[in-house]
């Protein structure tokens, strides 16, 4: 069914405004290229999507250099980053660099995805569907392997700033 609106939408800085006023986790996306070279970005439009299957999504921009990448890859990881990793989340949203070069710390996963050390946890996804909305694409991936790391508080993205969650006594 097609429905014709007849309400004006918000221009895009009102929205990204409202928007800053949600907290979010932050993750890095990891994978490997056609030629074996791990390619990475940072999202945080991370969320679960179904227990069964087990899913989970994430939207990466249009633009995005590294898509054309990721959406070639048969496996990939989601990396949850930890509240003392903000540097390895700038990092990974930067352009032009090489994300995997030192100081990042990381190491070959299952199936050689590359998997960043000190994170909260790690998922292992296979490509489940991708749709392109708006000025995103909507990647959705099957987990098939899960790794809890060292347990601390997650990074979280605030009023464009990186920050960690503390919680009520």
Do not use: C
Request: charge should be positive.
């Amino acid at each position: 069914m097609t429905r014709t609106l007849t309400h004006q939408p918000v221009d895009a800085r009102r929205f990204r405004r409202t928007l800053a006023l949600h907290a979010s986790g932050v993750v890095v996306v990891t994978a490997r290229n056609a030629e074996g070279t791990p390619v990475g970005l940072t999202a945080t439009s991370f969320s679960s999507v179904s227990l069964d299957p087990p899913l989970i999504s994430f939207y990466v921009a249009a633009s995005s250099t590294t898509w054309p990448d990721l959406s070639q890859a048969e496996v990939f990881a989601v990396n949850l980053l930890a509240a003392h990793q903000p540097d390895v989340a700038a990092r990974f949203a930067q352009k032009g660099i090489d994300r995997f070069a030192a100081p990042t710390a990381w190491r070959p996963g299952p199936l050689g995805v590359p998997l960043l050390e000190d994170v909260v946890a790690h998922l292992l996804a296979v490509p489940y569907t991708t749709a392109t909305i708006g000025d995103h694409h909507l990647v959705v991936g099957l987990v098939v392997g899960t790794r809890n790391g060292h347990g601390g508080a997650p990074l979280l993205y605030h009023h464009g700033r990186f920050g960690r969650f503390i919680p009520y006594p």
